[in-house]
Nanobody, 125 residues
Framework: QVQLVESGGGLVQAGGSLRLSCAASGSTFSIYALGWFRQAPGKEREFVAACSKSGSSTGYADSVKGRFTISRDNAKNTVYLQMNNLKPEDTAVYYC??????????????????WGQGTQVTVSS
């Protein structure tokens, strides 16, 4: 079992950048495929980005492609989400997730067994 704790959220103006971090503890980090999801008020939780167990494969939602980058540091047990050129529609609570059954979890939330508590990102116009 793994525990996930997100950090790095906050308030930023449109066009700005933030880097989210998700620190893992309690289990061998490299056995988990990782993902970032977000949930805006009144909306369902949606996929943002995913990273395979080795970090060699990544994927992104169309809405963030070219602006967001997911990466992982297995030595630090941490996954990152670099967010550039932020837009007001990126405002949401961002969650990291981990799953051990699939090499690459992708956008399917059922591939992820463990979730963090979330960190708020607010982008002002």
């Amino acid at each position: 079992q793994v525990q996930l704790v997100e950090s790095g959220g906050g308030l930023v103006q449109a066009g700005g950048s933030l880097r989210l971090s998700c620190a893992a503890s309690g289990s061998t980090f490299s056995i988990y495929a990782l993902g970032w999801f977000r949930q805006a008020p009144g909306k369902e939780r949606e996929f943002v980005a995913a990273c395979s167990k080795s970090g060699s494969s990544t994927g992104y939602a169309d809405s963030v492609k070219g602006r967001f980058t997911i990466s992982r540091d297995n030595a630090k047990n941490t996954v990152y989400l670099q967010m550039n050129n932020l837009k007001p529609e990126d405002t949401a609570v961002y969650y990291c997730a981990a799953g051990h059954r699939a090499y690459y979890g992708g956008s399917n939330q059922q591939n992820y067994d463990y979730w963090g508590q979330g960190t708020q990102v607010t982008v002002s116009s």
